[in-house]
């Protein structure tokens, strides 16, 4: 079966330093990835999606990166925080040409000081 | 803006009862229209989808149904059970290929009364 795992779980991280988190998937191969961001008591936005292997399709100009470097990992990185990063961040996973059902992982609450 | 929308922010229901739970959405281009269930501190989980040319798709205990001429979308859950209180989301989709991507609503919270 396929698991996908974030880390760390929660983060406090002060104002300009560095951010990243790290999502891995098990049990499948090629998948599509995706970084999204759930404000507190909002919807998902969508920050990032990938088809393959160093491909990264970006939704949302800002101050956050990522990047591929293998089938199943996906990394968010940013170089300096700012407080409006704070939020939930949750990687998802699907099969190709299968968009609708996105298995999502736990997720990494981050805070911003 | 958001293409996809819900009318109310929270919902509460008597355990046993039906609920129903309303999604407008504006791009009558979507092919796809997806719920997720969000539990509290997990990620979301499909729930059902429907493609744009049905009306009614069913699923173990929910029915999803599609009205494109008022692009509304709504799930209903039968005999609801304290286990369907969550956050929950409509989300759209545009056709099937290599950009395919979700567009989330901003969800609904259902609560159930025991």
């Known amino acids: 079966s396929q698991t996908i795992h974030q880390w760390p779980a929660t983060l406090v991280q002060p104002v300009g330093s560095p951010l990243s988190l790290e999502c891995t998937v098990e049990g499948t191969s090629n998948p599509n990835l995706y970084w999204y961001r759930q404000a507190a008591g909002r919807g998902l936005q969508l920050l990032f999606y990938s088809v393959g292997i160093g491909q990264i399709s970006s939704e949302v100009p800002q101050n956050l990166s990522a990047s591929r470097p293998q089938d199943r990992q996906f990394i968010l990185s940013s170089k300096k925080l700012l407080l409006s990063d704070s939020g939930f961040y949750l990687c998802?996973?699907?099969?190709?040409?299968?968009?609708?059902?996105?298995?999502f992982g736990p997720g990494t609450r981050l805070t911003v000081l | 803006g958001e293409s996809v929308g819900l009318h109310l922010p929270t919902l509460s229901v008597q355990e046993g009862d039906n609920s129903i739970i309303n999604c407008a959405y504006s791009?009558?281009?979507?092919?796809?229209f997806i719920w997720y269930k969000q539990e509290s501190g997990k990620g979301p989980q499909f729930i059902i989808d429907?493609?744009?040319?049905?009306d009614k798709r069913q699923g173990q205990r929910v029915t999803v149904l599609l009205n494109k001429t008022v692009k509304h979308l709504s799930l209903q859950i039968a005999a609801t059970q304290p286990g369907d209180s969550a956050v929950y989301f409509c989300a759209e989709t545009l056709a099937l290929g290599a950009n395919s991507k979700l567009t989330f609503g901003k969800g609904i919270t259902l609560s159930v009364r025991p």
């Open positions: 998802a996973w699907s099969k190709k040409g299968s968009y609708n059902e996105q298995f």
């Open positions: 791009n009558s281009a979507s092919d796809y």
């Open positions: 429907i493609r744009s040319n049905m």
